[in-house]
Structure formats: structure tokens, C-alpha cells
């Protein structure tokens, strides 16, 4: 009986927390599991031991991804500081209005490997409703991929959709997104171009050479988007 032990099974959480995540369910709470951001302990026979702490761990995490949207990898970071007794400085003004975090700039989240979610499993997951997700489809934001009857997204739809759901709680619409779509595809062509006659050369040194070319282009890339963006900004509200 769950009375007489001090932990729950993973459907006695599911329940605990349900009242506070309408939308959690089994396969969101084995995904964040996946994701090294909950490890609660297994009995002899495989089954979770979920203990107090690990109950609060996960509401932690389910808070933290539902009031401030963060993405799994910035609050694995947070959780670690925690464990070992760290506090996280607060940005400057300047970082605050450039975007930027103190270590000079978030990156994009590693997209996880090996990640395949049903549309339901992903919507619970993301918190991006499945119409809506259905939708960005259509637009080309995201894809899913597997065979009819078997099909999934994967770790960079995950991210994606962790990133675009940022956008929708402003109010602004798939097809709005369709901009960055078309513009990524045109920069990704034009960087592609840059680097092909180092490919062409096909040898593991012209590989490693032409990968951190790219990976320089794209940080330059977002640099000269994001000043671009801050003056074009400063510029109207100067006007307005």
C-alpha cells in the first residue's frame, strides 16, 4: 500500500501532480528523465522510487518551464547550481537589453539524441497545444518524420517548439514565423555555398576545417542580427 512506504510509483506522481499540470502525463515525466533532469531511484524489479524530494524536484522543473519558459537546458544548469550551492548572478542592464546572459550570449540547446514523440507526447512535453503544432507544420517550422501510422518528432523539433512557444504567448501566429523560416533557409544556402569548395577537398581535415567555418559564420551571423535588430529598434522608438 502507497500508505505504508515513504515513496510513490511514477502513476501516483502522474496523480500528485496532476492538479497543478493538467498536462503532464507518464511520458513527459520518462522524457525529463531521459534528460538526466529527475533520477529517482529504481527497485530490484525496475520500477521508480519516487521520494518527497524527487516530487519537488519535478514541480520545480514543470514551474520553471510553465511561468518563465526556460528551455530543459538552462534549467538543468540552474538545478546543478542549486545542488551545489551556487547562486546565479544576476544579468547587467546592458546583457538584459542585448539579449545576452553573463557568459556573453544562451546558445541553443543540444537537440536530444535519439528523441521520437507522438504529436501528444510532444505537445505535452512542450506545452505547444497539438493543433498548434499541426499548424507550424504546415508552415515548414517543424516535421515530422517515420512512416504513416508510425509518425514522430524529434529532438530538434523539440527545440524548436521550446523556442517558438516563446513567441506564441505574445500573441503572434505560425505563419508570422514563416519570416525566420524563409531567411534561415537563404542564409543556410548562402553559408553552404561559402564552404563547399572545402568539402569538395573531401578529406577529414577539410571536414573539421569546414564545420568551424560554419560554426564562426553562425555566431557572426547572430551577432549581426542582434545589433541590427537593437539599432532598428532604438531607431523607431527614437521616431515614436
Given at each position: 500500500?502507497?500508505g505504508?512506504?515513504?515513496y510513490?510509483s511514477?502513476?501516483?506522481?502522474?496523480?500528485?501532480?496532476?492538479?497543478?499540470?493538467p498536462?503532464?502525463?507518464?511520458?513527459?515525466?520518462r522524457?525529463?528523465?531521459?534528460e538526466?533532469?529527475?533520477?529517482?531511484e529504481r527497485?530490484?524489479?525496475g520500477?521508480?522510487?519516487?521520494?518527497?524530494?524527487?516530487v519537488?524536484?519535478?514541480k520545480?522543473?514543470?514551474?520553471?518551464?510553465?511561468?518563465?519558459?526556460?528551455p530543459?537546458?538552462?534549467?538543468?544548469?540552474?538545478?546543478?547550481?542549486?545542488?551545489?550551492?551556487?547562486?546565479?548572478?544576476?544579468?547587467?542592464?546592458e546583457q538584459?537589453?542585448?539579449g545576452s546572459?553573463?557568459?556573453?550570449?544562451?546558445d541553443?540547446?543540444?537537440?536530444?539524441?535519439g528523441?521520437q514523440?507522438?504529436?501528444?507526447?510532444?505537445?505535452?512535453?512542450?506545452?505547444?497545444d497539438?493543433?498548434?503544432i499541426?499548424?507550424?507544420?504546415?508552415?515548414g517550422?517543424?516535421?515530422?518524420?517515420?512512416?504513416?501510422?508510425?509518425?514522430?518528432y524529434?529532438?530538434?523539433?523539440?527545440?524548436?517548439?521550446?523556442i517558438v512557444?516563446?513567441f506564441?504567448?505574445?500573441?503572434?501566429?505560425?505563419?508570422?514565423?514563416?519570416?525566420?523560416?524563409?531567411?534561415?533557409?537563404?542564409e543556410?544556402?548562402f553559408f553552404?555555398?561559402?564552404?563547399?569548395?572545402?568539402?569538395?577537398?573531401?578529406?577529414p581535415?577539410?571536414?573539421r576545417t569546414?564545420?568551424?567555418?560554419?560554426?564562426?559564420l553562425?555566431?557572426?551571423?547572430?551577432?549581426?542580427?542582434?545589433?541590427?535588430?537593437?539599432?532598428?529598434?532604438?531607431d523607431?522608438?527614437?521616431?515614436?
Amino acid at each position: 500500500m502507497a500508505g505504508t512506504r515513504n515513496y510513490q510509483s511514477i502513476g501516483e506522481v502522474l496523480v500528485n501532480v496532476k492538479t497543478e499540470f493538467p498536462d503532464i502525463t507518464i511520458s513527459k515525466i520518462r522524457f525529463l528523465e531521459s534528460e538526466g533532469l529527475i533520477t529517482p531511484e529504481r527497485t530490484p524489479s525496475g520500477y521508480r522510487k519516487f521520494y518527497a524530494e524527487d516530487v519537488e524536484r519535478l514541480k520545480s522543473i514543470l514551474r520553471l518551464q510553465r511561468d518563465e519558459y526556460l528551455p530543459l537546458k538552462v534549467i538543468k544548469e540552474r538545478l546543478l547550481q542549486a545542488d551545489n550551492g551556487d547562486e546565479e548572478p544576476a544579468p547587467t542592464i546592458e546583457q538584459a537589453a542585448a539579449g545576452s546572459d553573463p557568459g556573453g550570449g544562451e546558445d541553443l540547446a543540444e537537440a536530444p539524441t535519439g528523441l521520437q514523440m507522438s504529436l501528444e507526447e510532444m505537445a505535452a512535453a512542450t506545452g505547444v497545444d497539438r493543433d498548434r503544432i499541426k499548424e507550424l507544420e504546415t508552415f515548414g517550422i517543424v516535421c515530422s518524420h517515420g512512416p504513416e501510422g508510425g509518425r514522430y518528432y524529434d529532438g530538434d523539433d523539440y527545440v524548436t517548439l521550446s523556442i517558438v512557444k516563446d513567441f506564441l504567448r505574445f500573441g503572434i501566429e505560425p505563419r508570422h514565423l514563416t519570416m525566420y523560416k524563409h531567411f534561415a533557409d537563404r542564409e543556410s544556402a548562402f553559408f553552404e555555398a561559402l564552404v563547399a569548395p572545402t568539402l569538395r577537398q573531401k578529406n577529414p581535415d577539410a571536414r573539421r576545417t569546414a564545420t568551424q567555418t560554419l560554426g564562426e559564420l553562425t555566431a557572426t551571423s547572430r551577432k549581426f542580427k542582434q545589433a541590427l535588430l537593437r539599432n532598428a529598434l532604438r531607431d523607431n522608438l527614437a521616431a515614436g
